[in-house]
């Protein structure tokens, strides 16, 4: 299999964006998105790819976080009840192009700004059982954007936890990170056909990501993630959910 200059420029973006969002939990899927675009790879490439690549990485990141403790069923299991059957409508969906672009380009710019929000005062204090029909509707939500889009919805299910107060850090980490296996696994079981649509460059888009993930949750679990990088991904976030709105 022949890889071009290209294709490896792509890989290594891919891999720093897993090192950052793995570090929090996160499988990634909304910064391989925006590295995607920013590379003019078409919509109906960028979808399904971001759903291999995020239960690839949200498998490793969930059985590294889980095996260290960070984990909550009960927290977990009503959220995924509501999302699976939406996250398998979402992907049974497509939408057109300008539609697919406005969505996406609106949640990258909503990504920005969880990174760049400040919870730290806010989490884990006074944490409490999630109310059942509350957790089952916002999986639910979060479950069908998570398909529509390609993404795995950890970009809202995690500020949502943490500030509702349903589980600490890096529990939450754990909790998401198996969220988004759920949700991506379902998304491309409902975008079934869209498996031909996958790049030739996968393997190797896979690779990255993976060697990404295996730095980026053994930063998460030991250190923090330094505001700077969350910034500077914001500002990647911007421009790639801009750039989608405005084309």
Request: with cysteine; proline share 4%; glycine share 10%.
């Amino acid at each position: 299999m022949h890889f071009e200059l290209i294709d490896f420029t792509i890989s290594f973006c891919l891999l720093l964006g897993a090192i950052l969002y793995t570090s929090v939990g996160h499988a990634g899927a909304s910064i391989y998105i925006a590295i995607m675009t920013l590379f003019n790879i078409p919509s109906s490439v960028i979808k399904p790819t971001a759903l291999v690549l995020n239960i690839f990485i949200a498998s490793f990141t969930s059985w590294r976080f889980i095996r260290k403790g960070f984990f909550d069923l009960k927290v977990l299991l009503p959220i995924a009840l509501g999302a699976i059957p939406f996250a398998f409508l979402g992907g049974y969906i497509n939408p057109p192009s300008h539609i697919y672009k406005s969505i996406v380009g609106f949640i990258l710019l909503i990504s920005a700004i969880s990174l760049v929000t400040d919870l730290s005062k806010k989490i884990d204090k006074n944490l409490k059982k999630p109310p059942f029909f509350l957790a089952v509707l916002i999986g639910s939500c979060i479950g069908f954007l998570a398909g529509l889009t390609g993404t795995g919805g950890g970009i809202f299910l995690s500020p949502l936890i943490l500030f509702l107060g349903w589980s600490s850090t890096k529990t939450t980490s754990g909790i998401t990170a198996l969220f988004i296996l759920i949700n991506s696994s379902f998304g491309l079981l409902g975008n079934y056909s869209s498996i031909q649509s996958l790049p030739n460059q996968l393997p190797l888009f896979i690779g990255a990501t993976l060697i990404g993930a295996l730095i980026g949750t053994t930063l998460g679990i030991k250190f923090y993630t330094a505001n700077t990088i969350k910034k500077t991904l914001a500002l990647v976030l911007v421009i790639a959910g801009l750039k989608l709105l405005l084309t």
